[in-house]
T-cell receptor, first 118, second 115 residues
Framework: GENVEQHPSTLSVQEGDSAVIKCTYSDSASNYFPWYKQELGKGPQLIIDIRSNVGEKKDQRIAVTLNKTAKHFSLHITETQPEDSAVYFC?????????????????FGKGTKLSVKP | DAGITQSPRYKITETGRQVTLMCHQTWSHSYMFWYRQDLGHGLRLIYYSAAADITDKGEVPDGYVVSRSKTENFPLTLESATRSQTSVYFCATIPRGWRAGDEQFFGPGTRLTVL
């Protein structure tokens, strides 16, 4: 079944620098890759996602890139700010828990704790 | 507009006791999920439900029971709590059908400690 590996587990950057978090997946049939942000004491919240028919997607300071050949996707945060400090999770469809071509169930990476120092 | 709520937010119990965690959503979303979050493991799916009276096991269902008699409620029961079930539990919903690209909306979580 699908396996999602996420690196690094912790990341510390200075305010204004860029941050990159990488994930690899194993199921070549996966075609949807979301990123969730979890602030302290809250539930995860979707910040950006990408489908397999595009290689990159941007939303202001965040972007996600996808390399289907290598089976990895990355989250890029530019001009980091203290409010970007959080735990970030990547995810991919759970191949053994979805039926009939659906991809609603997700398997999550183990998370990256990002700290942005002012 | 409450959205998705979980209760209690914090719970301490003892080994062997039965505990029920509640999840309630006001959107009438069809799909609901229960996850547990542990350090070093990220989020792992316990059970999910496609609609009222339809539930399925996730990655780590052992020791847990769910029910869904009403669309808006999805309780998770630990029939005989063990220390290994100490975790933060999150409920989530999907607003639309069973397809890729649907954002999962998460509740605020319940921190459960089993002594």
């Amino acid at each position: 079944g699908e396996n999602v590996e996420q690196h690094p587990s912790t990341l510390s950057v200075q305010e204004g620098d860029s941050a990159v978090i990488k994930c690899t997946y194993s199921d070549s049939a996966s075609n949807y890759f979301p990123w969730y942000k979890q602030e302290l004491g809250k539930g995860p919240q979707l910040i950006i996602d990408i489908r397999s028919n595009v290689g990159e997607k941007k939303d202001q300071r965040i972007a996600v890139t996808l390399n289907k050949t290598a089976k990895h996707f990355s989250l890029h945060i530019t001009e980091t700010q203290p409010e970007d400090s959080a735990v970030y999770f990547c995810a991919a469809p759970h191949s053994t828990l979805n039926y009939g071509g659906s991809q609603g169930n997700l398997i999550f990476g183990k998370g990256t704790k990002l700290s942005v120092k002012p | 507009d409450a959205g998705i709520t979980q209760s209690p937010r914090y719970k301490i119990t003892e080994t062997g006791r039965q505990v029920t965690l509640m999840c309630h959503q006001t959107w009438s979303h069809s799909y609901m999920f229960w996850y547990r979050q542990d350090l070093g493991h990220g989020l792992r799916l316990i059970y999910y439900s496609a609609a009222a009276d339809i539930t399925d096991k996730g990655e780590v269902p052992d020791g847990y029971v769910v029910s869904r008699s009403k669309t808006e409620n999805f309780p998770l029961t630990l029939e005989s709590a063990t220390r290994s079930q100490t975790s933060v539990y999150f409920c989530a919903t999907i607003p639309r059908g069973w397809r890729a690209g649907d954002e999962q909306f998460f509740g605020p979580g319940t921190r459960l400690t089993v002594l």
